[in-house]
């Protein structure tokens, strides 16, 4: 072993920041900056730089094989010249804060060395203590410099370990967590109160997941149109705002994106969207497709479910797992969807008056189904009737039946609308809907001079079909009443002959 020159050489922690590594040494052999360890060491002013160490001549000195401190150096991963390393992940020179030193005075004394997730950027508040961060002296107000007496001394002399320092939001403290979590190889926190995404984070590597964190907090501080992006505080606070309550946020943010687009605004939603679609889905500096799908199944998610103003290009649900149910469907797919041809698909949009727009594609136009504003029609298991069995089956004449669905009182739920004839269970249903206006629920002999059964003022050939359809639609909103049952059947309802005649008799006068 190579014989040292200091008096004390304590031995690296696994996850010490190798600029706080010198900084210990130097306060634990007396000195009063890591100058007096740099210059023992026979470095020059330029192999003092964090990236630039010379691994070999600061080993030879504090007694550690130089792998030792390798496995927290800063310089650039193999085959990488341009990028650095924290701990051994790789990371960009611009993700490190080395210059202007930062970190939490609790932290520091109760783990008696400075941890390696301090010299990122985005660390600016210590999650466990929820606390934002010393920078600064509180004595001499000077902003922290590496070259200072000890860990919790500045170079003035002044104690940093009694700073107030101000507290921060549970969702920026979770985020910095989790940021902290991954850049010590920890383990994701077992809970998540917050919702945010950690196990797909997590999965991502560390220069991805900060990438995807900056990227998020630009695209949210752009919406706001307030905030600098450039400031590491607002970058975490924005991020926080979008991450917390995963995918809602997120989806909020496309929204206000959206919201700021022109109204004529046409084509594929990843090109409307194209800054945060490419910064985030497009992007070959996010790393591996697969540890960005959770982003990707969030924006399908905006963009067939809640956008509705573009077509969804394949390129976004490529790869993708499940890309889930969709809300915007174009005609091709809400024919398929209800198994019928597009004309008929066209016709059923065009007549029924379901809700569906039209959409610019380019120099085409593509129609768009909103499925959240109508029930996807279908036909049901069950026998179809032709409009003869059907009005035999109810008690009512052919007319009558007829101008009932025309008009939507006898409603048509279980076949399709471009289906002839009557369903089973819709006949049910509507015999159910007239018979439960019956208060005594069952035949009953409630009959005087003062009532009428339905069947008499339905099937008789004194009113008209308007006529008839008026006293249906009074039975059926309650202004006239239903006073019993003569036999179990919808013709068998009693009801209250003076309000009968009450409204039939304008219509009665208007036609005579």
């Not at 009558?400 to 009182?409: D, F, R, V, Y």
């Not at 639609?473 to 006239?480: F, K, M, P, V």
């Amino acid at each position: 072993m190579i014989t040292s020159l200091l008096v004390r050489h304590p031995a690296p922690y696994p996850t010490e920041s190798l600029l706080g590594y010198v900084l210990r040494v130097s306060e634990g052999n007396g000195y009063s900056s890591p100058w007096s360890v740099y210059h023992l060491a026979g470095l020059k002013s330029h192999e003092m730089r964090a990236s630039c160490v010379r691994l070999e001549k600061l080993a030879g000195i504090t007694n550690w094989p130089e792998e030792r401190l390798d496995a927290i150096a800063y310089s650039a991963p193999p085959g990488q010249p341009r990028w650095s390393r924290l701990l051994g992940q790789p990371v960009l020179p611009q993700d490190l804060n080395l210059s202007h030193p930062r970190f939490c005075p609790e932290c520091l004394r109760e783990k008696g060395f400075l941890e390696a997730h301090w010299d990122l950027a985005l660390m600016v508040a210590c999650p466990i203590h929820r606390c934002l961060l010393v920078s600064s002296c509180p004595e001499c107000g000077r902003r922290l410099r590496w070259f200072r007496h000890g860990l919790l001394e500045c170079e003035c002399g002044g104690d940093l370990s009694g700073c107030e320092l101000s507290s921060i939001p549970e969702a920026e403290a979770s985020l910095l967590d989790m940021i902290r979590r991954k850049a010590l190889s920890s383990t994701a926190h077992t809970s998540n109160p917050m919702s945010l995404p950690q196990d797909q984070l997590m999965a991502m590597g560390l220069r991805s997941m900060l990438l995807a964190i900056r990227t998020i907090a630009k695209h949210r501080i752009l919406a706001d149109g307030t905030g600098d992006s450039s400031k590491t505080t607002e970058i975490v606070s924005a991020a926080s705002r979008v991450l917390v309550e995963w995918p809602k946020n997120f989806i909020a943010l496309l929204e206000d994106i959206g919201r700021q687009l022109p109204a004529d605004i046409s084509g594929g939603v990843g090109k409307q969207f194209s800054g945060i679609y490419w910064g985030l889905l497009r992007n070959k500096a996010m790393g591996d497709s697969k540890q960005t799908e959770f982003l990707r199944v969030a924006f399908l998610d905006f963009a067939t479910n809640h956008w509705g103003r573009g077509f969804v290009d394949h390129k976004i649900i490529q790869n993708l797992g499940r890309p889930g149910s969709k809300r915007f469907l174009t005609q091709t797919e809400f024919a398929a969807k209800i198994g019928v041809q597009q004309s008929t698909a066209a016709r059923l949009l065009k007549n029924s008056g379901l809700s569906s727009k039209r959409v610019k594609c380019g120099a085409a136009d593509r129609i768009v189904v909103d499925t959240y504003e109508l029930s996807i029609p279908t036909t049901w298991p069950g026998k179809i009737y032709r409009v003869r069995e059907a009005a035999k089956r109810l008690g009512l004449s052919v007319s009558l039946l007829k101008s009932l669905k025309a008009e939507g009182i006898y409603k048509v739920g279980h076949l399709l609308p471009t289906r002839p004839g009557f369903h089973e269970l819709d006949l049910r249903y509507f015999t159910k809907k007239l018979l439960n206006l019956n208060p005594l629920h069952g035949p009953s002999a409630v009959r005087h001079e003062r009532t009428v059964t339905l069947q008499s003022v339905l099937c008789g050939r004194r009113d008209s079909l308007e006529i008839k359809l008026s006293a249906v639609r009074a039975i059926l909103t309650g202004y006239i009443s239903v006073l019993g049952n003569s036999d179990a059947t919808i013709g068998g309802l009693v009801i209250d002959a003076a309000a009968y005649e009450q409204v039939v008799d304008h219509p009665r006068k208007k036609l005579a």
